[in-house]
């Protein structure tokens, strides 16, 4: 290997940080606490690449935890931002921008007729599982176990993610009222729903899931669980609520519903739909929807929600989102998959790698990885060595065993070759 890399610019900023924010940061993952190594801190982004303030540079899977498909700093994105910037950046008035995204949305996602902007996944989340409550007159509300929805109390319940990560899946200062409206279920284990469904279904207003779970790491769907939990559903008068906060636009164009062909009643949205600004919707059936408040009587609101430039970022984007965009995230997000499993092979080393098109996890274990709890047996120390070595190699991934790696239309050939390279290389030499 070459000179190791400098960080002492990310360094002195992480202590400064460290002394204002709670762990230097805004967000837990980012601290790197699961990886054993200080973050490094971003100068800058474009393409697939991104820059640390020492002047390293690395090939990016973080890709912003979802929102960066066509990459960073790309330009009809920063264009359009940039035209909304300068007309105005908030008017708690609206603008036909939202009714442009809206109807962008609508045309896309199968189950959303209706829909309302917020600011970010957690609250597009919270005000389905609102919605969801206040039409059925129930409260309490089905989730995975590993499953993350945001931070908001119920949610908070063996929830995965940072809460995983960082061995708090169940956050102290959540109201014991609020977690037991929560009923928890395994991912991908239908039977398990049923169960908790016989046992609840007059009280529950909702299940709600990440169609693919990117929180506990990729795990994709098995054979008919979404199309079951439509079903039970359906016959207990509950909602079914897809979290598509991370697959919305990313799966396809029309989200994991789109790809599983499952339509679920309420549908989140975050990440893709901003275009990388704070923006996330939350929407379905019109005559849930219209529950939503001034038409209805169920509250919520925002400042910023709609805001201008988070719409046009997101307009932009949806609309560079052609068939051939997925065809390219596919050849690209495959070719890594391919050639993980091959060097790991190549030096007997057990890593499993889950992918639905453009978002993937290397799961170190020589088993199958369709529940959190296989997702949770994995090997997090070498985890940690493997992405300690990649950084080192100029590669940086969400620094967690429990996150999905983000790949975006910037990934060229060259790049993914890179990648494959650099993980050859440290895999070697666990
Ligand atoms: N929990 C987020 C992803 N699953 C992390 C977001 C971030 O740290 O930016």
């Not at 820059?51 to 690395?58: I, K, P």
């Not at 908790?196 to 007059?202: A, Q």
């Not at 009280?203 to 990729?218: F, K, R, S, T, Y």
Request: with cysteine; glycine share 10%; proline share 6%.
């Amino acid at each position: 290997m070459s000179e190791p890399l400098n960080h002492n610019k990310s360094a002195r900023a992480f202590a400064k940080a460290s002394s204002l924010m709670p762990g230097g940061v805004n967000s837990p993952v980012r601290a790197y606490k699961a990886v054993g190594r200080d973050p490094v801190f971003i100068a800058l982004g474009s393409g697939c690449r991104v820059t640390d303030l020492d002047g390293n540079e690395y090939i990016d899977y973080v890709g912003s935890y979802g929102p960066l498909i066509l990459g960073h700093a790309s330009e009809p994105i920063v264009a359009a931002v940039s035209k909304a910037a300068r007309r105005g950046m908030t008017f708690g008035m609206p603008t036909e921008l939202e009714t442009q995204l809206a109807y962008a949305v609508i045309d896309a996602v199968p189950s959303i007729e209706v829909v309302r902007f917020v600011n970010s996944g957690t609250e597009a989340v919270m005000s389905a599982l609102r919605v969801a409550r206040g039409v059925t007159g129930r409260e309490k509300i089905i989730k995975c176990i590993g499953g993350y929805h945001g931070h908001s109390d119920g949610l908070l319940v063996s929830a995965g993610s940072g809460a995983t990560t960082l061995g708090t899946p169940s956050s102290p200062g959540v109201p014991p009222s609020h977690a037991t409206a929560t009923l928890l279920m395994p991912y991908n284990d239908a039977a398990a729903a049923e169960k908790l469904l016989n046992e609840h279904g007059k009280d529950v207003a909702a299940i709600i899931v990440e169609p693919v779970a990117g929180n506990m790491g990729c795990i994709p769907p098995v054979e008919g669980y979404l199309q079951t939990l439509r079903k039970l559903c359906d016959e207990y008068g509950a909602l079914l609520i897809f979290d598509e906060v991370m697959t919305g636009f990313r799966v396809a164009f029309g989200g994991a519903q789109q790809l599983y062909h499952v339509t679920p009643d309420m549908t989140a949205l975050g990440k893709v739909v901003g275009g990388g600004l704070p923006c996330a919707a939350y929407g379905g059936r019109e005559e849930l929807m219209r529950h939503v408040a001034p038409d209805g009587p169920i509250y919520q609101a925002g400042t910023l929600s709609g805001n201008p430039l988070a719409m046009a970022a997101g307009l932009a984007t949806l609309e560079q989102l052609t068939d051939d965009v997925y065809d390219r995230l596919e050849h690209a997000s495959s070719t890594l998959a391919d050639g993980l499993v091959d060097a790991a092979k190549r030096h007997g080393l057990p890593l499993t790698v889950n992918r639905v098109g453009s978002m993937l996890t290397a799961f170190f274990t020589d088993q199958p990885v369709n529940h959190y709890d296989d997702a949770t047996a994995c090997d997090t120390e070498r985890f940690a060595v493997f992405f300690r070595g990649m950084l080192d190699r100029g590669v940086v991934l969400p620094s967690s065993q429990f996150e999905a790696w983000f790949i975006s239309t910037a990934h060229d050939d060259q790049s993914i070759e890179q990648t494959i390279i650099a993980a050859e290389a440290v895999l070697k030499g666990m």
